[in-house]
């Protein structure tokens, strides 16, 4: 089990296996169903300095869904630079929990755990005036030297692009990211894993419209728990993000299991992340009214608030409902991709706790998580 506080609840994975094979697989959550009930009946400014407060685990994704919820129940739009500088921050904190992840535990790496960390605190920091609902512009926004200070940390991890597609074969395979891409494919090559369930597309407003429906209705809390569609299961985050990236699609080619591409998708994220960063264009967020949606695509995946207010504006409104819809909900799905991708598969014992778990650190919970293996 990792470290995360016990606060936020935990996921526990049983896994049924008999005579080589993974018969069931199930999940149980503990995390808190009704949370965001204390987000309730209370003045909106309440509200929003509770949510960081609240979800302390990616808190920048979680304070920015939370504005984004607000400022278009209040049809406000939002400047150029404020969303700029949200971008970046919401990069940042991708890149700081998908570095962590790969360096703590990939790469034992502790060096760059802690410089990842000052980099971060320091971006906070510097664009900490973004996370304020509606607010002024208070500094220019650095982009390019944050970037680069990225990408000087980061090499160290996760090399250079034009290394990236040798780290499957050839000299680069005595890196850190080759040897731990070699031990993978050598330990788990053989395994047949299946393929997850389909990815989470929110790209237009219409993609929203059946969520928004659901998180309105009577089994709002139900569906925040365990969000589907008529049964139907979804994948958000790295993996669907990545997974036709080039590295991706090079481990492909050449063969290399499920399990190995999905570690190439966290390694072709970090990478790509410092020129992402460069590339944010500042774009005005335009009214939408009583829509009372904020959706963000955070280190873990999608990441949805819905808000809904009583009054005109900031000093007169009270919160009469608030909905979260959280990555780990998708992802830990009890029959999500976790469940697909594992049910049926023929694996020996001794491997069979150390898949599990490499699995789950690549779906990557939100929480902490813990397996129990039964036969």
């Known amino acids: 089990?990792?470290?995360?506080?016990?606060?936020?609840?935990?996921?526990?994975?049983?896994?049924?296996?008999?005579?080589?094979?993974?018969?069931?697989?199930?999940?149980?959550?503990?995390?808190?169903?009704?949370?965001?009930?204390?987000?309730?009946?209370?003045?909106?400014?309440?509200?929003?300095?509770?949510?960081?407060?609240?979800?302390?685990?990616?808190?920048?994704?979680?304070?920015?869904?939370?504005?984004?919820?607000?400022?278009?129940?209040?049809?406000?739009?939002?400047?150029?630079?404020?969303?700029?500088?949200?971008?970046?921050?919401?990069?940042?904190?991708?890149?700081?929990?998908?570095?962590?992840?790969?360096?703590?535990?990939?790469?034992?790496?502790?060096?760059?755990?802690?410089?990842?960390?000052?980099?971060?605190?320091?971006?906070?920091?510097?664009?900490?005036?973004?996370?304020?609902?509606?607010?002024?512009?208070?500094?220019?926004?650095?982009?390019?030297?944050?970037?680069?200070?990225?990408?000087?940390?980061?090499?160290?991890?996760?090399?250079?692009?034009?290394?990236?597609?040798?780290?499957?074969?050839?000299?680069?395979?005595?890196?850190p990211i080759g040897e731990q891409l070699r031990h993978l494919q050598e330990t788990f090559g053989d395994i047949e894993l299946a393929l997850g369930v389909l990815p989470l597309e929110i790209q237009q407003r219409a993609d929203l419209e059946w969520i928004k429906g659901r998180l309105a209705s009577a089994d709002a809390v139900e569906f925040s728990a365990m969000p589907d569609a008529d049964g139907i299961c979804f994948e958000t985050g790295v993996w669907v993000r990545n997974r036709e990236s080039g590295l991706v699609v090079q481990g492909r080619a050449a063969g290399l299991n499920e399990l190995t591409l999905r570690f190439l998708a966290m390694v072709s994220e970090l990478q790509a992340l410092p020129a992402r960063m460069r590339s944010i264009e500042p774009c005005a967020t335009l009214p939408t009214r009583d829509s009372g949606m904020g959706v963000v695509d955070a280190a873990r995946g999608v990441l949805i608030h819905r808000i809904v207010l009583d009054g005109d504006s900031v000093s007169n409104c009270r919160v009469t409902d608030y909905n979260i819809v959280a990555p780990t909900e998708w992802n830990f799905h009890p029959r999500g991709t976790l469940v697909q991708m594992l049910e049926g598969v023929r694996v020996n014992r001794e491997r069979l706790h150390s898949l599990v778990e490499k699995l789950i650190l690549l779906v990557d919970p939100c929480v902490a998580w813990e397996i129990e293996v039964g036969n």
């Open 1 to 175: 089990m990792n470290g995360i506080a016990n606060l936020a609840g935990k996921i526990r994975v049983d896994v049924q296996w008999r005579e080589g094979l993974i018969q069931q697989v199930q999940l149980h959550s503990s995390r808190p169903r009704e949370i965001t009930r204390v987000l309730q009946a209370k003045p909106l400014t309440q509200t929003l300095a509770m949510v960081p407060m609240i979800y302390s685990m990616c808190s920048v994704a979680q304070t920015v869904a939370s504005l984004r919820a607000a400022e278009s129940a209040l049809g406000v739009e939002i400047k150029p630079e404020v969303v700029h500088a949200r971008q970046l921050l919401l990069q940042a904190e991708t890149a700081r929990e998908l570095g962590l992840r790969l360096a703590q535990y990939w790469l034992a790496d502790t060096a760059q755990v802690v410089k990842l960390m000052q980099w971060f605190t320091g971006v906070s920091q510097e664009l900490r005036w973004a996370l304020d609902l509606n607010p002024q512009v208070s500094n220019p926004i650095e982009a390019q030297r944050i970037s680069s200070e990225l990408k000087a940390i980061l090499l160290p991890l996760v090399g250079m692009e034009s290394e990236l597609s040798r780290l499957l074969f050839g000299d680069a395979s005595h890196t």
